[in-house]
């Protein structure tokens, strides 16, 4: 599912990233550009730190995607990659007094390296298999990190708070605006290297294993390889949220990282659209507000409602947020078609 | 070397329960070829409304049987109508499904019967089963229905008509309708009985761990590894998996010393990877050769 | 005179694509009528149409019923068997499995047994293998145990689509006397689609024969047979 070329006849005006832009498309993301800008000007703290969340678990997201969205790999056990960039940058800036911003392509590293370690065994999995390995995982890492062994490091149960840091270079911004600016441009460079990634050769090579592994290998693509790579690849995205996520929320702990984060990055990626990337904003917004919405309405019932909403979301949109787009869109091109 | 009898024993008692709820998946995934994660707190579900019937005073046995009927009801219904919407949608998107309705569950359960542990009565009585504190009478009677249930099952699936039909529609949903089979029922029906079965799973459990809202999850996955380990295409083979991660999760607390309580599950299931990588589809499984 | 299956006007949509525009067909009792074309012609999607398989609009009537938005079970109830492209096997399912499985709609115990005798005589190979776990037979054994899982229908019409694929020429023989005798002897109508033209046309009574959708011509099986121009053009031989 990449972002395809129109074919509603409009004039392409600019390609952006590699992506064909009409004039609604630049509209859209001008728009969008402008209110990602005012944001921090215009709202509360509090909201601007739920924004913050929600791109950086967009981002989380998106690494989620491109394994099970792009390359067929199912993933029920991303929380655990999130965990280890969250530690890893709370490790370095806590015990090692790092700046927060070298944490991130430590955590990049890191993560790469798990996921690509973890992906080699999981090559002989399939579908449900390797879903069941991947919750497996999800469910075993907020345990080794509360295990006595490492408590040294990790902080045990309590887990490790960290400084949340100013605004550099003596910026008139607090520290949730700064945040969020922080957040923006590393997502703004990820989603656009995702892009990059997406359309390129090795992209299109993912898709193939993704569709129809036998064919894909007969055409001479390592499966192998790019597989694990593909893990690799998607755990450090997710590794460099979780370090994002550790410093905006100034705070880990084992508890944070359970498989509910894994279930919830899930619905995100499914909600959003599997295989779509502007889709994975639409997830991580979801994740991060409607649980909340869900609590508002009862404080009881709050799992209820939280599903729910869930079932009425899936059965209106079976293929995700830009699924439905994709649906609109082609809806209105045949009409435009038929002259209706 | 008593001790390790012991342990065997031990983890062949708790097995029981990863076997019953193992059996449960395999038949939810022989019906619908996807794992159901909603199957432990429906388990758990009808557990409560067994509970509750107790409450109101009926007999244990009375409580036992309506609680099996209206949970394969609800399982029908469920298939019907909660399913029914997301039949064409990917798979992604029926396993979204499975967990809005496992959150659905779980909070309606804590909020009708909150979410204090609950004692629930077994039918074999307290004490120990041929002395000596090896097994308890719950444990053997468990392991009892578990293969009671097994071998019911397979009587069903391979010498009634309606049992061909269901693994009809399961494996060739277009054939079976052109043999004028109602797959979609069959789907129901396979719906309604792993619902029975996991309801059956939830009552022979809950006396052990004790009745409250979150007692399932960890069982379920325990039992989702049985039915992996043995091959989710062999409801023998799960029941034989859950025995098998029961016995390995024991062993391993006691003579791995790096786990300690926490990890006992972590280890459990490193283990299963193990096997899987092994075997990719379980000790049992038959892996299913498709012609590219 | 009513024939037994006529549909009008028929168009059929996968998703937004039309394949078929408007076919009209009228099968009569008792006869083999072949439906022949080129690859992409719309055969199987025709043959889909009529169990009710995909999107449609048109009418189609059997024995003097509409069975347009009936479900692919109750059109298969009604009478109609379809042995799909590919056989349609279940393969983790023995052979004598694959036949009650045709015969689930059925009650007559009795009479289901004594079918599946039939069948087997019919198809002796089968009952040798009858044990087998189905997936295990031969493309032509499977292509049999497709008919004869039809049979045990007791279909008064028995589509067929593409039985000679992937078939070696002598199985493919055997098994188109089979399909003769079948039609004279239990009286079964068929509609059989085929790419093998020549053979379909010495088997069947009548013919059609359809391009991109669209019918290009009608009439008896000896009539399209005997026509050069149209065996040059649309048949290949």
Redo the contacts between chains.
Sequence with gaps: MLLRPTDTREPLVATIAGIPMTTWRLTALGIGLVVLAVIPFVMKNFYIFQITLAIIYAIAILGLNLL?GFNGQ?SLGHSAFYAVGAYTAAIMMDRCDIGYVWTLPAAAIVCFVFGFLFGL?AL???G??L???T??LA??IP??L????VEHWTGGVQGITIIKPDAPFGLPLNSDQWLYAFTVIVAVAMYVCAGNLVRSRTGRALIAIRDHP?AASAMGIDVALYKSLTFGVSALYTGVAGALGAIAISFVAPDSFTFTLA?AL??G???GG?GSIPGTLVGGFFVLFVPNIAESVSK?????????I??LV??LM???AAGLVRLIS?RLV?QGRTGG | MELFAHQILAGLATGGIYACMALAVVMIYQAIDHLNFAQGEMAMFSTFIAWQLIQWGFPYWVAFGATIVISFAAGVVIERVVLRPVHDAPVLSHVVAFIALLAILNSAAGFIWDYTIKSFPSPFGGGAFLGQGLMSKHDAGMIGMTLAMLVLLYLFFRHTRIGLAMRAAAANPESARLAGIRVGWMTALGWGMAAAIGSVAGMLIAPVVFLEPNMMLSILLYGFAGAVVGGLTSPGGAVVGGFSVGIIENLAGTYIPVVGREMKLSIALCIIIAVLCVKPSGLFGRPVVTRV | MSRLLEARGLCAFYGATQVLFGLDLSIGEGGITTLLGANGAGKTTTLRSLSGMCRISGDIVFESKPTVGLSTEDIVRRGIAHVPQGRGTFSRQTVEENLEIGAMTRRDRKAIAIDVERVYGYFPRLKERHRQQAGTLSGGEQQMLAVGRAMMLRPKLMLLDEPSFGLAPLIVEELFGILRTLNRTEKVSMLLVEQNAALALDLADDAYLIETGRLVTTGPARQLRDDENIRRSYLGY
């Design positions: 099970t199912f065994p002989r999995l399939e449900v298999y879903a069941l390995a919750f497996a469910i075993a345990q080794m509360k295990s006595s062994l036998i279930v899930f619905v990626l499914v909600v599997v009881g019932l709050a799992g209820a409602v939280y599903g729910v869930l079932l899936i059965y079976p293929t995700g082609s045949q």
